[in-house]
C-alpha cells in the first residue's frame, strides 16, 4: 500500500477492504444462515402425504417460521451494503484512471 502516492486512493482501498466488504459479508452470511434456519425448520415440520396433501399452509402459520419470514422480508441492509461496495469500488477506479492514465 505504501507504493500508492495519492492518499484518497490509498484510503479509499483500505476502507473497501477492512471495512466495506467485512460489512457486506457478515450482513450477507448473517441474511443467509436465516434463510437457512427456515429452510431447515420447514423440512423438519412438513409432511408430504399423497392422500391429503402437505402441511405447508399449517407451517407457515407458526409463530417461529412467522419470524424468520418477518425478518428476511427487510433486505434493506443487505442491499444498502452492497451498494456501498459498487460505489466505493467506482470511487477507487476513477482515482485509478486519473492518477494512472492509459497512453
Same mark, same amino acid.
Given at each position: 500500500? +505504501?507504493?500508492?502516492?495519492? @492518499?484518497?486512493?490509498? +484510503? =479509499?482501498?483500505?476502507?473497501? /477492504? *477492512? !471495512?466495506?466488504?467485512?460489512?457486506?459479508? +457478515?450482513?450477507?452470511?448473517?441474511?443467509?444462515? %436465516?434463510?437457512? #434456519?427456515?429452510?431447515?425448520?420447514?423440512?423438519? /415440520?412438513?409432511?408430504?402425504? %399423497?392422500?391429503?396433501?402437505?402441511?405447508?399452509? !399449517?407451517?407457515?402459520? #407458526? *409463530?417461529?417460521?412467522?419470524?424468520?419470514?418477518?425478518?428476511?422480508?427487510?433486505? =434493506? @441492509? &443487505?442491499?444498502?451494503? /452492497? #451498494?456501498?461496495?459498487?460505489?466505493?469500488? @467506482?470511487?477507487?477506479? @476513477?482515482?485509478? +484512471?486519473?492518477?494512472? &492514465?492509459? #497512453?
Amino acid at each position: 500500500m +505504501n507504493t500508492i502516492k495519492k @492518499e484518497e486512493l490509498r +484510503n =479509499n482501498i483500505l476502507d473497501l /477492504y *477492512q !471495512e466495506t466488504l467485512i460489512a457486506l459479508t +457478515n450482513t450477507t452470511n448473517g441474511y443467509i444462515s %436465516l434463510k437457512k #434456519d427456515l429452510q431447515q425448520l420447514l423440512y423438519k /415440520y412438513r409432511k408430504n402425504e %399423497l392422500e391429503t396433501g402437505d402441511n405447508l399452509m !399449517e407451517i407457515l402459520q #407458526d *409463530q417461529q417460521i412467522k419470524n424468520y419470514c418477518f425478518h428476511l422480508r427487510y433486505t =434493506n @441492509e &443487505p442491499i444498502r451494503r /452492497y #451498494d456501498k461496495a459498487i460505489e466505493s469500488s @467506482e470511487r477507487i477506479i @476513477e482515482l485509478i +484512471n486519473a492518477e494512472y &492514465p492509459e #497512453d
